[in-house]
């Protein structure tokens, strides 16, 4: 029996290999919005975090000012990481589309594949058979040419 060689096997590899990048890609993407969103949640929470400074019940107006900067630069912070993690959505959502489209790509090959060995397997078992009949057959002739001397 012929062992089973497929023509696109070659064309098979470099759609796995693109797969791969892609799926490379889509990580380095996610890997950078993750890290986005925790530079985030890092300014929300120093946001969020009391600043305060008492100087015997009276109200130090440098201070003040001072603490007004302080968030203010973490409201620009917050609305830039913010423009960032939408810009890295979109990128991710772009990363996946192409991934996944490279995905059902080598998949397609993949079936095509599968069904070519199935189908190059049961005609060599028909051919097998065939000559397995032919010999069968031709020794049932030859026993009956002999009976028949």
Do not use: C, W
Request: proline content about 1%.
């Amino acid at each position: 029996m012929r062992r089973f060689r497929y023509s696109l096997d070659h064309l098979l590899s470099l759609r796995l290999h693109a797969e791969r990048e892609a799926e490379m890609a889509m990580a380095q993407v996610i890997a950078r919005r993750d890290a986005v969103e925790r530079r985030r949640r890092e300014l929300e929470t120093e946001r969020q975090r009391p600043i305060a400074r008492e100087l015997d019940g009276t109200v130090d107006l440098s201070f003040e000012l001072v603490r007004g900067r302080y968030l203010d630069r973490i409201e620009f912070a917050l609305k830039s990481t913010r423009e960032d993690l939408g810009r890295l959505e979109r990128e991710l959502s772009s990363a996946r589309d192409t991934y996944n489209e490279r995905r059902r790509a080598r998949e397609v090959l993949e079936r095509l594949k599968q069904v070519r060995e199935v189908e190059h397997y049961r005609g060599e078992r028909r051919r097998a058979d065939a000559e397995l009949n032919d010999i069968i057959g031709s020794r049932a002739a030859r026993e009956r040419a002999e009976g028949a001397l």
